[in-house]
């Protein structure tokens, strides 16, 4: 009977066995609108849900549980790229949205999806599988009927898919009826993993099977072996939840309420609406009872059992080798209390092909038996790559650094890889395109990968993968040098820039000043007729430019020096004629103290560097920052084609001052030149280009940089290609042992040692380095003379609070202060000044 009969004729109060997911979207549309609960086993597609059809109950496990338990094997055994297999139906494509973004939560892609119609013929089969032999990817999970997956497998092992290197997952759907394929189906998927819902064991269940087991193989003699299936267990505890919510809701009589729309309404409008059928519904959803299958309770209207077990096919059946949990992840037991994620925890596998290995999850594609490598087509540098025909056998012959360094990675590798250079020219001979264009190709499927000095670039990386670098990375800048600078007349200059020059100069005036203020009242050395005290002061602070260096010289005149200073019994002492005077103030001590120590640091300072521009050979560069260039409006050179063209207009140099070059000559020529004479003044490239224009001219030209970061040199494949970790690996393997001194000695091995000169520069001492110095040097000469100013304004307060007018005031407090006092008596309270101003005489 259909559902619209036992709705309308029997007036069931629930429908329970919608098997498919096609059949359960009809049934389901009927009870959402007579209100009467349809109830599933075995509609398991996604599609489907309580959420969307509220009187639809799912007792099954919902197909989209099962795709985390699949991703976590594919992240398991690191395979990152996946091919879905499945039927053009509900229940097939239904499942694959939430598979493939499983999939992409663990960093793998699904390149290709395979889809069958519903009822494929033999050949379609085939022809199908053998697209898949043609592609890189080698792991598939297969989601169909059983009758379509029996016939599936079978031609997969015809055409020689189940063997070495080959990776089969099968799901749920297919796996748990797997007792109900023949033996010789089974015989052809050796080595399949399987996702199956797990059953905890029990007395109950185990007493079930045996009677389910010795009833069925009475009443079916013909079958010799059958096992119940998991679908089976869920499709008795349905049952009895049903049994148990109507009873639960005491209703024997149905119930329905029928709708009067007139006399042309079809059957279906005429069916009316369950008026027991929420009430059912409610009751079924809130059934909590322990099952065959485990604990019955239903979420959302479906069941809720999220542990999977993970199947191996093995000889006439299957093998339990691990488990999934979404608490717990991967483990190779039921107990699921820890999560492991060491592929030693599951069990032993045997793959297609009969082998305990691993499979890497890619093969090269049987139907290209090369990997097709472009290779870029230049004139210039032909060190990195190089392409010409062999004069005989008109054969292409490539050769270069680049090339040598990817045939040393393909070698290190652990398997063969296959392959054949194809350069990227016209049929005239002549480059196709620039190196955009190049990376271009591999997006667009003409070559399987580029090997050559390609940049790696974060707009390229949108639709390219690059491997890791194999050299240098950033672009740099090289210009001409100076002349040497101890040509300079001038040279002794140098060593200090003009702001350090001159804040030494003020600094040695200022402190000659204070030293003249602190010392000329009591001092005979610092008066005397105006001319010969200004002489003083400069004089004596810059004369502190020996007694800086008196402990270079020898002792004796370091000791007699020193007593200059300090002693009064020195007055006839010869070396005391060179320092003039001592200095009796203790402020002014003080200040020379600290300014000897200042004047110190300078000069041992100023003799090392000039030592340093003296001895060592000196390049300086003409041009340092990008700045320069700018403002000097001069012309910059770059290798054509290079994307340094654009980095250089973003840098802010205008486009008409870039001028392209095509080789290390071309470059030479145009810096000979200079911007004024037709060349140009800079020229901007990446850094291995820029070796070697050094490496051939390094005495004439210097680098200045980094001005800008690049990732450097690297390999191109395409998006998600397998290929690009093992190669990643394989460089590192290269760089970091003797083969790549070997390649670059090789290449640019006559230059080395030209390079490795240098240059070395020593830069000018700047005022920065001793700014602490003068800031200690002014503090203590503004403390000393403020302290001298405050003592001296106390002692001549007499002055001060006389009734003088201000001029007058000042005029004597410089007469005071000009006069000669006697150290003894400097302080005393006795002493008293006394001034009485014309202006006070005539009053």
């Known amino acids: 009977m259909t559902s619209v009969d036992l709705i309308k004729n029997v007036q069931v109060q629930a429908i329970l066995g919608p098997q498919t997911s096609s059949e359960a979207v009809f049934v389901v549309d009927i009870g959402n609108k007579t209100e009467v609960p349809i109830i599933s086993f075995s509609a398991t597609s996604p599609s489907i849900s309580f959420t969307k059809t509220s009187y639809f109950i799912r007792t099954t496990l919902n197909d989209s549980t099962q795709v985390k338990a699949i991703a976590a094997i594919i992240d398991y055994f690191g395979w990152r790229e996946v ?5 053009d139906t509900d229940y097939g494509k239904d499942m694959i949205p939430y598979l493939i973004d499983a999939i992409q939560d663990v960093n793998s892609r699904v390149p290709y999806r395979s889809v069958l119609c519903f009822s494929p013929t033999d050949e379609q089969i085939r022809g199908e599988l053998y697209k898949l032999m043609t592609m890189q990817t080698r792991v598939f999970v297969v989601h169909m009927r059983t009758s379509l997956g029996s016939r599936f497998f079978s031609i997969a092992n015809e055409v020689g898919m189940m063997s070495n290197g080959y990776v089969w997952i ?22 399949v993993l399987g996702i199956k819902a797990y059953v905890p064991r029990s007395e109950k269940l185990d007493n079930f099977r045996r009677r389910w087991k010795r009833k069925f193989l009475q009443d079916n003699p013909d079958i010799d072996e059958v096992e119940l299936s998991v679908l089976g267990l869920y499709a008795y505890d349905s049952f009895w939840a049903l049994a148990m919510a109507v ?8 119930l329905f309420k029928r709708l009067d729309n007139g006399t042309n309404t079809t059957d279906l409008e005429n069916l009316g609406i369950s008026e027991n059928g929420p ?4 009751s079924i959803l809130h059934t909590k009872f322990q099952g065959l299958s485990g604990e019955f309770w239903l979420k959302d209207g479906q069941l809720q059992s999220s542990t999977f077990k993970i199947m191996n096919i093995i000889g006439k059946g299957e093998r339990e080798i691990g488990f999934w949990s979404p608490t717990h992840g991967l483990s190779g037991n039921s107990d699921l209390t820890t999560k492991t994620s060491s592929q030693t925890n599951l069990g032993a596998i045997i793959w297609p092909g009969e082998t305990t290995v691993i499979p890497k999850g890619w093969e090269m594609p049987t139907s290209e038996r090369k990997l097709k490598v472009g290779v870029p087509k230049q004139d210039g540098f032909s060190d990195f790559v190089k392409v010409e025909k062999d004069q005989w056998t008109n054969a292409t012959l490539v050769t270069g650094f680049c090339i040598d360094v990817f045939k040393a990675v393909v070698d290190s590798m652990k398997y063969a890889l296959p392959y054949e250079f194809v350069p990227f020219e016209k049929a005239d001979g002549e480059s196709a395109g620039d190196y955009n264009e190049l990376v271009d190709q591999v997006y667009f499927q003409n070559y399987d990968a580029v090997v050559g000095d390609v940049t790696i670039l974060a707009n390229r990386s949108n639709y390219v993968d690059f491997t890791l670098p194999f050299t240098d990375s950033g672009v740099s800048m090289v210009v001409p040098v100076k002349y040497d600078n101890r040509k300079n007349a001038w040279i002794f200059l140098k060593p200090l820039t003009t702001d350090l020059w ?13 030293i003249w203020v602190l010392e000329h009242g009591i001092n005979k050395a610092f008066r005397g007729k105006f001319s010969q005290q200004v002489g003083m002061i400069f004089y004596f602070s810059f004369s502190t430019l020996v007694f800086a260096h008196s402990n270079f010289l020898p002792s004796s005149f370091s000791t007699q020096l020193h007593n200059c200073f300090i002693h009064e019994s020195n007055e006839h002492n010869p070396i005391c004629h060179f320092a003039e005077e001592r200095i009796i103030s203790n402020f002014a001590r003080f200040v020379m103290i600290i300014w000897v120590f200042v004047v110190l640091i300078l000069t041992s300072s100023y003799t090392a560097s000039l030592t340093s521009m003296l001895t060592v050979q000196q390049l300086q ?15 910059v050179g770059y290798l054509s084609g290079s994307f340094v063209y654009g980095l250089a207009q973003s840098m802010g140099i205008d486009s008409s001052k870039l001028r392209p070059y095509d080789n290390v000559e071309e470059f030479h020529q145009a810096l000979s ?3 004024r004479n037709g060349g140009v003044s800079a020229v901007i490239d990446e850094i291995p280009y820029m070796k070697l224009l050094l490496a051939k001219y390094c005495t004439k030209y210097m680098m200045v940089g980094p001005t800008h970061r690049t990732a450097g040199f690297g390999f191109v494949f395409p998006k998600g290609s397998p290929l690009v970790p093992d190669i990643s690996r394989a460089i590192l393997n290269v760089t970091e042992g003797d083969k790549m001194e070997a390649i670059d000695s090789e290449w640019f091995g006559q230059q080395v040692s030209c390079q490795e000169q240098g240059t070395t520069t020593s830069e000018s001492l700047t005022l920065d380095s001793f700014k602490g110095l003068f800031m200690i040097a002014g503090v203590a000469s503004a403390i000393a003379f403020i302290v001298f100013f405050i003592i001296f304004l106390y002692e001549h307060r007499n002055i001060i609070t006389s009734e003088c007018s201000v001029s007058q005031k000042i005029s004597a407090m410089a007469v005071e202060f000009d006069k000669e006092k006697d150290i003894s008596s400097r302080g005393s309270k006795k002493i008293r000044f006394l001034y009485v101003c014309t202006k006070c005489k005539d009053d």
């Open 621 to 635: 560069p003409t041009i340092t920052d990008i700045s320069d260039l700018k403002k000097n409006g001069d012309y």
């Open 170 to 191: 099968i799901t749920d759907g297919l796996t748990d009826l797997l007792s109900s394929i023949d033996t010789s189906i089974i015989g052809s998927m050796q080595g």
């Open 279 to 282: 009430k059912l519904r409610d």
């Open 673 to 675: 030149k200079g911007s």
């Open 247 to 254: 009873e639960k809701l005491n209703t024997v009589r149905p």
């Open 502 to 514: 001159l804040t030494t100069g003020t600094f040695f005036i200022y402190t000659g000043f204070v």
């Open 83 to 87: 091919v879905p297999i499945y039927e």
